[in-house]
């Protein structure tokens, strides 16, 4: 039962960063976009909000979300940041991972609700058993 409250939790806690919190650091970023300073200050974000959202994925076992973040969002940000001479890559614009990733969060954004339902109707089964 706290493997399920404490789950519970962490989807709240990334329901409440989508609900809240993202779109008002886009409004504020649309104006920084054109100095160039706001696309660093997203991938930063993206550098900390990735790994949390890893532990929760992980957490939950979803494998073909873990999946997509990876292919999707991971991989064209490492080979950004790193530039990967093992992959023959055309180069593209920076904005690419950001794009994916908000992409990907649109997507996650809709079934985190489910996910919650799901875990709030394993909670009352669990209680009523007792």
Known sequence: MSNLLSDKFHLEKIQYIFRFEIPWLMFALFFVFYSGIGLYILNGIMAVFIPYLLFVLFRLKRWGWISCLSVFVILPLLHQLLGSPFLDLPDYPAYLPLFFFLLFN?????VIRDWIED???RIERSTNRN
Request: net charge positive.
């Open 119 to 121: 875990i709030n109707a």
């Open 106 to 110: 649109f997507f996650l954004k809709f």
